[in-house]
């Protein structure tokens, strides 16, 4: 008996050695973005459960264009030329010669479909819009109410899709108005419809056979926009988040990723060998204050919270290399800073760098005192004691907290941490639920106004929104009184994306970035920078040097899908 | 009066009570209710609504909802406005938050009782059961093939640590079976990826992933068969190394108690053979308690795996449970709920209306 139970557990650990060896990379390439296998994942990338693939919907659906971050101009994709005409209206030609994989050719009737489903669906870039106009079979203008950044941003990275799928409930969205009857009925016939197969007008498409929890296989479509460019045959597409795809990584069988990554396991990349690029997101982790709690509405208070905090330290210990602490301290990012401020209004900033003699003084100067045990009082007696509180289920976000608290009780204040269910976090603070929080600041986006609408939008009052009540957020009042005079810094960021004018909206965005600058109504601590793992032995891309890396890993305008469309990315043995 | 005077009190009141009752009840409906097996199907199908019912409520009173949770996704992968995420989101969904709960609920019992489980909110149009049909049958293979293997393992194991008690055979098969029982699951499912997997390469990590190889087509032919048994040998494994060690305690123990019985000494004093006394005596008694512990585990089995199919990319019933709860897709975590909680609870049933079959006492002891 025994010996036969020894047999069992050898042939079990012999079949161990079944599986086959690694699998033949070829000119396959190696990348991840999670996704759900059917039936609960579908090719209806308008609907959601879509296997749309993130960035990598540019690889099936590509987009009219592409922003170059490190100069601000759009590179055209299946956009040939684009731009505004003499009546404020945007016109796009698209590139001709382009067939979908399903043989239809790839035609402004598209553009056309695309928009109008995005009509039909609400979408924003509809609120400038009155219309879409066919001009020729590659042409179409988009009719603006008015002429805008924001719109034109939207239009341009705007993904593709097939007029022979989409172009029936298209058609008949464009005939009906927003409350007609068969409206609503409309809608959920769009989010309702299952292609049976996926049509793809980019370099790859999707073969249904191979979608597994695993990873799908995307093999070449030729004819579809940059198909004829291509130096892979295949790309696979692993599935899953973070811990599920690192093993692939370590084993050299995936070979990109932008997950975030934490930084042990970033060192052990390293030590394999593999390269982490890292590119600014716009965004990062701030210190949110309600403006509702006494003394955190004195701007003194935010500005010495702002000098206590070593921010430096903070973005080491939450994120290592890609913590990187904000300097200029205006509401976005210091990469947007330097872009639209001018040297003379950077100069003026306060850059709040580490100094508790400064932070001492502020409190101080308003009145507050040390207790014998040295923690803060204010001018009623009260001790500076609050609760701090952060989704617990972000670790850079917890250590961000757990280091500021630390430094902040060092400091004097009397500072509890406490951990909230991520999705339970955002709540407590659309709820004005909270005293400090750890929320993001910016936006992963080029328009700078958009930085500011995480603090005086979606944070401040946007709870209903929500769906969780319609709570004032962090009780700020978007009013402000700053050295240039009274201002509307919600209104201000709206405006800012508005219009064509560069100049007329550098104006703005300075009024903005000197006055979050002074009044700091969130204080951001640093501005996380991507950790994309990419093994440089299997895929050959430019330097780390290359411009290209502006285009930080996620969203739009993905640097290594950039690549991808433009022919760059190739296998590294090539 | 003195406690027992007060119980007596009591009991004459219930039997009163009782009496009345009976009076109201049609006899033929009493004697239906009376009826052992039409007792407990009734109270089975009164839990699981009970745990559906608890359920459905519970699920929204999470944090969040399915167009929050997608709207922070959105956010942070795509970095769009609040605004733009939360246009496509609510347009895109076959939920409405507005809508009361009871609403919610009468619609969901409606559906429910014409044995529709409704479609996700999450994936609008699909099908819950048409999910839980691509889901359910890969959890039964992989966990019920290791539960299968483990207590069969452990029940062999187990007979034999206790008949070799006290020789480097028992100590050493107690140790070791100690040793699986207090390591967990997922640590034994991360052990295989990182050490035969990535240090020692024995196997290929990714390779090893999915229920099946891509392209082959799912049905009664040997490459898929062949393929859909290698990729569960992971799981199989994983979970036959984190439950074997309890199996076998739980054997060794039961058989110690019967080896010391009378009936075990006349029969070896009969002169039978040790194959008779193993199989018919000893094995069979020693097995009874381990049986309702199985059945109350058959039941555990659909909800055991959520962790091994996630670290082994083994996409079963657990990965759909727990998709499911963290997108917040209340239809598809209540046709889940639905699912393990019939399963739990006809397994304690069936465990209840077949323990009398296999031991004769506890038959006759009923029928008095």
Same mark, same amino acid.
Request: aromatic share 12%.
């Given at each position: 008996?025994?010996?036969?139970?020894?047999?069992?557990?050898?042939?079990?650990?012999?079949?161990?050695?079944?599986?086959?060896?690694?699998?033949?990379?070829?000119?396959?390439?190696?990348?991840?973005?999670?996704?759900?296998?059917?039936?609960?994942?579908?090719?209806?990338?308008?609907?959601?459960?879509?296997?749309?693939?993130?960035?990598?919907?540019?690889?099936?659906?590509?987009?009219?264009?592409?922003?170059?971050?490190?100069?601000?101009?759009?590179?055209?994709?299946?956009?040939?030329?684009?731009?505004?005409?003499?009546?404020?209206?945007?016109?796009?030609?698209?590139?001709?010669?382009?067939?979908?994989?399903?043989?239809?050719?790839?035609?402004?009737?598209?553009?056309?479909?695309?928009?109008?489903?995005?009509?039909?669906?609400?979408?924003?870039?509809?609120?400038?819009?009155?219309?879409?106009?066919?001009?020729?079979?590659?042409?179409?203008?988009?009719?603006?109410?008015?002429?805008?950044?924001?719109?034109?941003?939207?239009?341009?990275?705007?993904?593709?899709?097939?007029?022979?799928?989409?172009?029936?409930?298209?058609?008949?969205?464009?005939?009906?108005?927003?409350?007609?009857?068969?409206?609503?009925?409309?809608?959920?016939?769009?989010?309702?419809?299952?292609? *049976?197969?996926? /049509?793809?007008?980019?370099?790859? $498409?999707?073969?249904? @056979?191979?979608? =597994? #929890? !695993?990873? %799908?296989?995307? &093999?070449?479509?030729?004819?579809?926009?940059?198909?004829?460019?291509?130096?892979?045959?295949?790309?696979?597409?692993?599935?899953?988040?973070?811990?599920?795809?690192?093993?692939?990584?370590?084993?050299?069988?995936?070979?990109?990723?932008?997950?975030?990554?934490?930084?042990?396991?970033?060192?052990?990349?390293?030590?394999?060998?593999?390269?982490?690029?890292?590119?600014?997101?716009?965004?990062?982790?701030?210190?949110?204050?309600?403006?509702?709690?006494?003394?955190?509405?004195?701007?003194?208070?935010?500005?010495?919270?702002?000098?206590?905090?070593?921010?430096?330290?903070?973005?080491?210990?939450?994120?290592? *290399?890609?913590? /990187?602490?904000?300097?200029?301290? $205006?509401?976005?990012? @210091?990469?947007? =800073? #330097? !872009?639209? %401020?001018?040297? &003379?209004?950077?100069?003026?900033?306060?850059?709040?760098?580490?100094?508790?003699?400064?932070?001492?003084?502020?409190?101080?100067?308003?009145?507050?005192?040390?207790?014998?045990?040295?923690?803060?009082?204010?001018?009623?007696?009260?001790?500076?004691?609050?609760?701090?509180?952060?989704?617990?289920?972000?670790?850079?976000?917890?250590?961000?907290?757990?280091?500021?608290?630390?430094?902040?009780?060092?400091?004097?204040?009397?500072?509890?941490?406490?951990?909230?269910?991520?999705?339970?976090?955002?709540?407590?603070?659309?709820?004005?639920?909270?005293?400090?929080?750890?929320?993001?600041?910016?936006?992963?986006?080029?328009?700078?106004?958009?930085?500011?609408?995480?603090?005086?939008?979606?944070?401040?009052?946007?709870?209903?929104?929500?769906?969780?009540?319609?709570?004032?957020?962090?009780?700020?009042?978007?009013?402000?009184?700053?050295?240039?005079?009274?201002?509307?810094?919600?209104?201000?960021?709206?405006?800012?994306?508005?219009?064509?004018?560069?100049?007329?909206?550098?104006?703005?965005?300075?009024?903005?970035?000197?006055?979050?600058?002074?009044?700091?109504?969130?204080?951001?601590?640093?501005?996380?920078?991507?950790?994309?793992?990419?093994?440089?032995?299997?895929?050959?891309?430019?330097?780390?040097?290359?411009?290209?890396?502006?285009?930080?890993?996620?969203?739009?305008?993905?640097?290594?899908?950039?690549?991808?469309?433009?022919?760059?990315?190739?296998?590294?043995?090539? | 009066?003195?406690?027992?005077?007060?119980?007596?009190?009591?009991?004459?009141?219930?039997?009163?009570?009782?009496?009345?009752?009976?009076?109201?009840?049609?006899?033929?409906?009493?004697?239906?209710?009376?009826?052992?097996?039409?007792?407990?199907?009734?109270?089975?199908?009164?839990?699981?609504?009970?745990?559906?019912?608890?359920?459905?409520?519970?699920?929204?009173?999470?944090?969040?909802?399915?167009?929050?949770?997608?709207?922070?996704?959105?956010?942070?992968?795509?970095?769009?406005?609040?605004?733009?995420?939360?246009?496509?989101?609510?347009?895109?969904?076959?939920?409405?938050?507005?809508?009361?709960?009871?609403?919610?609920?009468?619609?969901?019992?409606?559906?429910?009782?014409?044995?529709?489980?409704?479609?996700?909110?999450?994936?609008?149009?699909?099908?819950?059961?048409?999910?839980?049909?691509?889901?359910?049958?890969?959890?039964?293979?992989?966990?019920?093939?290791?539960?299968?293997?483990?207590?069969?393992?452990?029940?062999?194991?187990?007979?034999?640590?206790?008949?070799?008690?006290?020789?480097?055979?028992?100590?050493?098969?107690?140790?070791?079976?100690?040793?699986?029982?207090?390591?967990?699951?997922?640590?034994?499912?991360?052990?295989?990826?990182?050490?035969?997997?990535?240090?020692?390469?024995?196997?290929?990590?990714?390779?090893?992933?999915?229920?099946?190889?891509?392209?082959?087509?799912?049905?009664?032919?040997?490459?898929?068969?062949?393929?859909?048994?290698?990729?569960?040998?992971?799981?199989?494994?994983?979970?036959?190394?984190?439950?074997?060690?309890?199996?076998?305690?739980?054997?060794?123990?039961?058989?110690?108690?019967?080896?010391?019985?009378?009936?075990?000494?006349?029969?070896?004093?009969?002169?039978?053979?040790?194959?008779?006394?193993?199989?018919?005596?000893?094995?069979?008694?020693?097995?009874?308690?381990?049986?309702?512990?199985?059945?109350?585990?058959?039941?555990?089995?659909?909800?055991?795996?959520?962790?091994?199919?996630?670290?082994?990319?083994?996409?079963?019933?657990?990965?759909?449970?727990?998709?499911?709860?963290?997108?917040?897709?209340?239809?598809?975590?209540?046709?889940?709920?639905?699912?393990?909680?019939?399963?739990?609870?006809?397994?304690?049933?069936?465990?209840?209306?077949?323990?009398?079959?296999?031991?004769?006492?506890?038959?006759?002891?009923?029928?008095?």
């Amino acid at each position: 008996m025994l010996k036969r139970t020894l047999y069992l557990l050898l042939l079990l650990a012999l079949s161990l050695l079944a599986f086959a060896p690694l699998q033949a990379q070829g000119d396959t390439l190696n990348v991840a973005w999670p996704y759900q296998v059917p039936p609960t994942g579908h090719f209806n990338t308008f609907a959601s459960g879509g296997i749309a693939l993130g960035q990598y919907q540019d690889l099936h659906e590509p987009p009219l264009a592409v922003l170059m971050w490190a100069t601000g101009d759009y590179a055209g994709m299946v956009a040939e030329e684009f731009g505004w005409d003499d009546d404020g209206n945007y016109v796009i030609k698209m590139v001709e010669g382009n067939s979908w994989s399903d043989g239809s050719a790839m035609t402004a009737d598209d553009l056309m479909a695309t928009f109008n489903i995005f009509r039909l669906r609400g979408d924003t870039v509809w609120a400038n819009m009155s219309g879409i106009e066919k001009v020729d079979d590659s042409t179409v203008k988009f009719v603006m109410d008015s002429p805008s950044s924001l719109a034109e941003r939207i239009i341009l990275t705007t993904n593709l899709r097939p007029a022979s799928v989409f172009g029936d409930i298209a058609d008949r969205a464009a005939m009906m108005m927003s409350g007609d009857d068969g409206w609503d009925a409309l809608l959920q016939e769009l989010t309702e419809f299952r292609p *049976e197969t996926p /049509v793809s007008g980019g370099p790859y $498409t999707i073969l249904p @056979d191979t979608i =597994s #929890e !695993a990873n %799908l296989m995307m &093999e070449l479509n030729p004819g579809g926009f940059a198909g004829d460019i291509q130096h892979y045959d295949m790309v696979r597409m692993w599935n899953g988040e973070t811990e599920v795809v690192t093993p692939l990584v370590a084993n050299a069988e995936l070979h990109y990723i932008t997950h975030g990554i934490p930084p042990t396991t970033e060192e052990d990349f390293a030590n394999r060998g593999i390269d982490i690029v890292r590119s600014g997101m716009n965004n990062g982790p701030g210190l949110y204050v309600n403006h509702a709690v006494y003394p955190l509405n004195l701007v003194e208070v935010r500005q010495a919270i702002a000098y206590a905090v070593d921010r430096i330290q903070n973005g080491v210990v939450s994120l290592g *290399e890609s913590g /990187v602490a904000v300097e200029y301290m $205006t509401g976005m990012s @210091d990469g947007l =800073s #330097e !872009a639209w %401020l001018s040297d &003379e209004t950077l100069d003026s900033l306060n850059y709040y760098e580490h100094d508790l003699m400064k932070a001492e003084e502020l409190l101080t100067g308003i009145g507050f005192s040390r207790n014998d045990d040295g923690t803060w009082v204010d001018d009623n007696g009260d001790t500076l004691s609050f609760e701090l509180t952060f989704p617990q289920e972000f670790a850079d976000w917890s250590a961000a907290a757990e280091n500021a608290t630390a430094q902040l009780n060092d400091f004097g204040f009397d500072i509890s941490a406490r951990g909230v269910q991520f999705q339970q976090h955002p709540q407590d603070i659309y709820a004005s639920n909270f005293e400090m929080a750890i929320r993001n600041w910016g936006l992963g986006d080029p328009i700078p106004g958009r930085s500011y609408l995480q603090a005086y939008n979606r944070y401040n009052g946007q709870g209903d929104l929500a769906g969780e009540g319609g709570g004032a957020g962090m009780n700020f009042d978007n009013n402000v009184d700053y050295s240039g005079g009274m201002v509307n810094v919600f209104d201000l960021s709206n405006q800012s994306s508005q219009g064509v004018d560069k100049s007329a909206q550098a104006g703005l965005v300075t009024q903005l970035a000197i006055s979050y600058n002074e009044l700091l109504p969130a204080i951001p601590l640093w501005e996380r920078y991507t950790n994309n793992a990419l093994n440089r032995n299997f895929i050959m891309v430019p330097d780390s040097g290359d411009s290209i890396f502006a285009n930080f890993g996620g969203g739009a305008d993905n640097w290594m899908t950039t690549l991808i469309l433009t022919g760059v990315t190739a296998p590294a043995d090539m | 009066m003195t406690d027992f005077e007060l119980l007596d009190a009591g009991h004459g009141a219930l039997e009163g009570l009782h009496s009345a009752t009976s009076k109201l009840v049609p006899a033929p409906v009493e004697n239906f209710y009376k009826n052992y097996y039409v007792r407990v199907f009734a109270q089975a199908i009164l839990t699981i609504w009970a745990v559906l019912t608890v359920t459905f409520f519970l699920v929204r009173q999470m944090p969040g909802n399915p167009i929050d949770v997608l709207i922070e996704q959105i956010l942070t992968q795509e970095g769009i406005s609040y605004q733009e995420a939360y246009d496509r989101v609510a347009a895109s969904f076959n939920f409405d938050p507005d809508a009361t709960m009871f609403d919610q609920y009468v619609d969901y019992v409606g559906d429910l009782l014409r044995l529709d489980l409704g479609t996700s909110i999450t994936s609008p149009g699909t099908k819950i059961l048409d999910e839980i049909a691509r889901f359910l049958p890969w959890t039964i293979f992989a966990v019920g093939s290791g539960f299968l293997i483990s207590f069969v393992l452990g029940i062999v194991l187990g007979m034999m640590m206790a008949y070799y008690r006290d020789s480097v055979l028992d100590h050493t098969l107690s140790l070791v079976s100690s040793f699986f029982t207090g390591v967990p699951n997922y640590i034994w499912g991360l052990l295989i990826i990182i050490g035969p997997g990535i240090s020692w390469k024995w196997f290929d990590v990714g390779a090893a992933r999915g229920t099946y190889d891509p392209g082959l087509t799912p049905g009664l032919n040997a490459a898929f068969i062949g393929s859909a048994i290698e990729h569960a040998l992971l799981p199989i494994i994983t979970y036959v190394l984190a439950t074997l060690g309890s199996w076998m305690l739980s054997m060794k123990s039961s058989t110690t108690g019967v080896l010391n019985d009378d009936y075990v000494n006349v029969a070896e004093a009969r002169g039978l053979k040790d194959r008779r006394i193993i199989t018919a005596y000893v094995g069979r008694n020693a097995m009874l308690p381990l049986f309702a512990q199985l059945s109350i585990s058959i039941g555990f089995v659909l909800g055991s795996g959520v962790v091994i199919e996630e670290i082994f990319v083994y996409w079963g019933f657990g990965h759909y449970l727990f998709q499911a709860i963290t997108v917040r897709d209340y239809t598809s975590v209540q046709g889940a709920v639905l699912i393990l909680s019939s399963t739990f609870v006809f397994s304690n049933l069936f465990a209840d209306l077949t323990y009398g079959l296999l031991d004769p006492r506890v038959r006759i002891s009923g029928e008095k």
